[in-house]
């Protein structure tokens, strides 16, 4: 029987272990509370949460602002799916669409959707407008990549666990090797079917694995040069994760988005999800220019519950709340502080080898082979000590705090980390 009685957090795991399916492995704390930087477990535990929700949670656990928004909508109106109009969509498609600076958007609800979206808009634009005969448009991705669950994203995954078995794949992909703008140039020179590249500024699921500072400005000249798509999917790394709104924004540091030559490699397609709701709600948008959106025509896709009114209302205040608290320069200034107190620590460690990223999506890797649990007991000794993370991919662990931390915050936490590390130090 369920209750209303607080359970423990033996009795929430086993809950889930008996009826939840086993498609994950979380680390053994049961959470009931969150409020900024700060989540809360069963038993009252405190700890900094140093994951964010993959990098959903931007804004901070319930940011009165957002809950605020959400509750008002919640209360008026939830759903009337697109078969009519609602009165928050359209003040949310223009609001959205001057900040990122796009003619259009596509809203969807979760990141997955918004690729297939993204891939599906490509394929179309390919053989209505670039004259690829019907059938044959291709897609370049990148090895490494991560762009979610469904089963044409997984077809072109090389995650033996995310693929394995559930085959077969969907066909239409290239794989290049990441941060390598003459594989890029190369498939494009024998392929001249290609519809888009769809790439992550930096790969976050791969283990915060960060590109050359020019990748993203080449691979967007090579696009361009070949007439072919550059698709961005920011679903972890946009909205101020990297210390700019977008990662595409390279070193721009404006408050907002400036579209400035220099730095921006402007998507053709942007795609979105995560902190585009401050992990409120699920919201995801594919953003995009006429000539392209406009290959999708009524009856052509759509989703029940994309463009609702609740995520309409929750995006707007979410993506308020990135501006009005200056997310991106806090996430710059503490992300540069955090990997310097991690590079002081690591000159003298034999259990970190690196610590790599930007703004606040960071990641260090350890000194340990590929399938050891080193980086896992550390996790699970980093919550001992009040501080929540995963690893990822191995032996790498992730830190990617929500963007509202302050320094004092931050320095809390660099040293539960380097206290941690330092009982594994051999
Ligand atoms: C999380 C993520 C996705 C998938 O988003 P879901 O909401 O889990 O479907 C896609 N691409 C990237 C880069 C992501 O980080």
């Known amino acids: 029987m369920i209750t209303e009685d607080q359970l423990t957090s033996q009795e929430a795991i086993a809950l889930e272990e008996k009826h939840g399916a086993h498609n994950y492995h979380p680390l053994p704390v049961v959470l009931s509370r969150g409020e900024g930087v700060f989540v809360w477990d069963v038993e009252g535990k405190k700890y900094y949460d140093f994951l964010s929700a993959y990098s959903a949670v931007n804004q901070g656990h319930c940011h009165p602002a957002i809950v605020d928004a959400m509750n008002k909508q919640a209360q008026t109106l939830t759903l009337t799916s697109r078969a009519f109009h609602n009165d928050i969509l359209g003040r949310y498609e223009a609001f959205a669409t001057d900040y990122f600076k796009f003619d259009k958007l596509l809203p969807m609800n979760t990141g997955a959707e918004a690729v297939e979206t993204a891939i599906k808009i490509a ?20 090895e490494n990549n991560f762009h979610g669950r469904t089963t044409t994203i997984i077809s072109f995954s090389n995650d033996e666990g995310a693929r394995k078995n559930f085959g077969p794949y969907t066909p239409g992909f290239i794989k290049i090797p990441y941060d390598d703008p003459k594989a890029l140039e190369r498939a494009l020179i024998e392929n001249k079917n290609v519809a888009g590249f769809l790439v992550e ?116 205040a979410a993506l308020n709340v990135v501006k009005d608290e200056n997310l991106a320069q806090n996430a710059r200034k503490l992300g540069e502080l955090f990997r310097a107190k991690l590079n002081e620590y690591i000159k003298d460690s034999t259990i970190v080898n690196l610590v790599r990223g930007r703004g606040l999506l960071n990641a260090i890797v350890i000194n340990d082979t590929e399938d050891s649990s080193t980086a896992w007991d550390i996790c699970v000794a980093l919550k001992e000590n009040g501080l929540l993370a995963k690893p990822t991919h191995g032996n790498i662990i992730r830190f990617a705090p929500p963007l509202v931390m302050n320094e004092e915050q931050l320095l809390d936490c660099v040293a539960i980390i380097t206290k941690t590390l330092g009982d594994f130090e051999k």
């Open 123 to 142: 394929r179309k634009w390919a053989y209505e407008k670039k004259g690829v005969k019907e059938q044959d448009a291709q897609i370049i991705v990148c």
């Open 201 to 316: 500024p930096i790969q976050g699921e791969a283990g915060v694995y960060t590109p050359s500072d020019d990748f993203m400005k080449q691979a967007k000249a090579i696009c361009e040069k070949h007439n072919v798509l550059f698709i961005a999917d920011e679903i972890q790394t946009g909205i101020a994760r990297t210390g700019a709104l977008l990662a595409v924004c390279g070193n721009c540091t404006c408050e907002g988005h400036c579209e400035r030559q220099e730095t921006y490699s402007r998507p053709d397609i942007l795609i979105l999800g995560k902190a585009l709701s401050g992990g409120a709600y699920p919201v995801s948008a594919v953003l995009a220019d006429d000539e392209i959106m406009n290959v999708i025509q009524p009856g052509q896709h759509g989703s029940t519950f994309g463009g609702n009114p609740v995520a309409g209302a929750v995006a707007m």
